[in-house]
C-alpha cells in the first residue's frame, strides 16, 4: 500500500493551562514524520507550522484569542498522505 492514502487518525486539539494548543494523533504506519498546518479559517488557506515531525504530539504557542484550526499529513521517504480531518480549538 501506499502512504498517500493513509492520512493520521484519532487527531485532537485542546487547549492546556497555558493557553497553548495541544495537538495529539495516532501514528501512521509507514509515516517517518508529520506535518502540522493551522488556519485561522475553516477550510483553509492552510500554513505550514512544522514539518518532518517525529513525534504524534505539537505545542502551538499562540497568541490571539480567536479559533484556529489545524490539519495534519503523514510523509514516508517518497510522498505525503492526504490530509487529516479538520479539528479547531477556540482560544478564550
Given at each position: 500500500?501506499?502512504?498517500v492514502?493513509?492520512?493520521p487518525l484519532?487527531f485532537t486539539?485542546?487547549v492546556?493551562?497555558?493557553?497553548?494548543v495541544?495537538?495529539?494523533?495516532?501514528?501512521?504506519?509507514?509515516?517517518?514524520?508529520?506535518n502540522?498546518?493551522r488556519?485561522?479559517?475553516?477550510?483553509?488557506?492552510?500554513a505550514?507550522?512544522?514539518n518532518?515531525?517525529?513525534?504524534?504530539?505539537?505545542?502551538?504557542?499562540v497568541?490571539?484569542?480567536?479559533?484556529?484550526?489545524?490539519?495534519?499529513?503523514a510523509?514516508?521517504?517518497?510522498?505525503?498522505?492526504t490530509?487529516?480531518?479538520?479539528?479547531?480549538v477556540?482560544?478564550p
Amino acid at each position: 500500500g501506499n502512504i498517500v492514502s493513509l492520512s493520521p487518525l484519532a487527531f485532537t486539539a485542546a487547549v492546556t493551562n497555558g493557553g497553548q494548543v495541544s495537538l495529539n494523533w495516532t501514528p501512521t504506519a509507514r509515516a517517518a514524520n508529520y506535518n502540522v498546518l493551522r488556519s485561522n479559517t475553516a477550510g483553509g488557506p492552510y500554513a505550514l507550522l512544522a514539518n518532518v515531525i517525529t513525534d504524534t504530539t505539537y505545542l502551538d504557542s499562540v497568541t490571539n484569542r480567536a479559533v484556529y484550526y489545524y490539519k495534519i499529513q503523514a510523509n514516508d521517504t517518497n510522498a505525503a498522505s492526504t490530509f487529516s480531518s479538520q479539528v479547531n480549538v477556540s482560544i478564550p
